[in-house]
């Protein structure tokens, strides 16, 4: 099977973590301090605004703790969200009010979110879908000039850029995920920026217990004189840090990235060139000026039976493909009250093809010969 996500993963990976074998430690340490300083500077950020976590959804049940939310607050995101960001504001007793998004690019414009918005609405979490960075621009702004908090889910969006400007640094919190299925992978692992140094150093903290020092070992070497063992805290908070591990392999990932874009990047053109002109095939819109994507997803539309078709004579010819993200509306714990018309028909027509770096040519040609065949 021609997979839709593959990591790519080598000899240097295996290098970085045999150094941390060697190195006696495997937990938190030198290794994430050097990955967060190098993410930092990725996003173009002071690096004492990011906290390396094990997840990013971790990350975002962080990012509402950070917040504060609490029953009886609103949260709003796109219906299309994953699944993780709607837990994260439900497990804080608040409300979710799922907007729409727009039907061609999955993300959600600023009239989508401000239709969704009430005085009980304290944050609005939106994702880069596929990588495109979409409309945050525009809901970063309208969220600053009324106090509404924007969390940036940029899962998808490792190396979006409006016009230099990293996704997930437009928002108050921005998290990111390093999981198995993304295009920098640590196995498990995300990374959280939050734009308030005060905010940015209680996500430190709140990732380790809420510890008020990191360890004894650190006091005592801090020169602490007795009882280097005693601690405070400062929020009763779990564990969410990340190893040295996942950290070292994210080193190397992160200076492989540009790579792994460009060839994403040309992957996307060559389906773009190649299923041009099929009147029963839509391909996403072109990104607008200023715009770069991650292209962590490609997709195609077509009407729902089709879709499903193309679906099933793909899977028969041994390429796997999905769709991504089952709108939440259709949820039932969410308790959602409507279900948004543009993210309905982007559910029953969108199909995400393969794209990921390890594609060679032949095998994307392979695959668009064999759309051809259902979508002419
Ligand atoms: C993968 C993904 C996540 C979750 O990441 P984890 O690190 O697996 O928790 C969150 N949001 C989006 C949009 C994702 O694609």
Known sequence: MINVFQPSLGEEELAAVGEVFESGWLGRGSRTSTFEAEFAAHIGVGGQHVTAVNSCTEGLFMAMELLEIK???EVVMPSVSFVGAANAVASRGADLAFCDVDERTLNPRLEHVTEAVTD????????HYGGRPGWVGDIALWCRERGIALVEDAACAVASTVDGVACGTFGDIGVWSFDAMKILVTGDGGMLYARDPELAARAATMANLGLLQSSGLAAASAGVADRWWEFEVSSFSRRSVTNDLASAIGSVQLRRLPAFVRRRRAIAAAYRLGLAGLGTLRLPPELPEGHLSSEYLFWVQLEPQLR????????????YTTFRYFPLDGVSAYGARHSPAGAARAASTTLLLPLHQALDDATVQQIIDEVREVAS
């Not at 009980?120 to 994702?127: I, W």
């Not at 078709?309 to 041994?318: D, P, Q, S, T, V």
């Open 120 to 127: 009980r609405t304290k944050a609005v979490v939106v994702l």
């Open 308 to 319: 499903d078709e193309l679906a099933r004579h793909l899977r028969k010819r041994g390429i």
């Open 71 to 73: 029953p009886g607050d």
